[in-house]
Nanobody
Framework: VQLQASGGGLVQAGGSLRLSCVQS????????MGWFRQAPGMEREFVAA????????DYAASVKGRFTISRNNAENTVYLQMNSLKPEDTAVYYC????????????????WGQGTLVTVSS
């Protein structure tokens, strides 16, 4: 499974960005998809995830109400719409895939993309 994330960049506080992640190599609907982030000097943390069917979603408390995760199974793509961005959202964002037979959306992912940098200026 290969994951290619894109859409990062520099944005002012209060602005928006949309990240995309295209998956290839295996049927997309075999996997739950998640977004994680890692700020400088910090551990990687869970941001959001969507189950293989698109029905169940989960968010970190810090982004709930501001970020929206979605997936398009026909295009093998997962999105992260990020609104009302804050400087503390600055991080490298990674998409990840987890085989759907395993429950839970916040951890134990099997495949990782290369990351895309999001920088939010104050």
């Amino acid at each position: 499974v290969q994951l290619q994330a894109s859409g990062g960049g520099l944005v002012q506080a209060g602005g928006s960005l949309r990240l995309s992640c295209v998956q290839s190599g295996r049927p997309f609907n075999y996997y739950h998809m998640g977004w994680f982030r890692q700020a400088p000097g910090m551990e990687r943390e869970f941001v959001a995830a969507v189950a293989w069917s698109g029905v169940r979603r989960d968010y970190a408390a810090s982004v709930k109400g501001r970020f929206t995760i979605s997936r398009n199974n026909a295009e093998n793509t997962v999105y992260l719409q990020m609104n009302s961005l804050k400087p503390e959202d600055t991080a490298v964002y990674y998409c990840a895939a987890k085989w759907k037979i395993h429950n839970g959306l916040q951890s134990d992912y099997d495949y990782w993309g290369q990351g895309t940098l999001v920088t939010v200026s104050s």
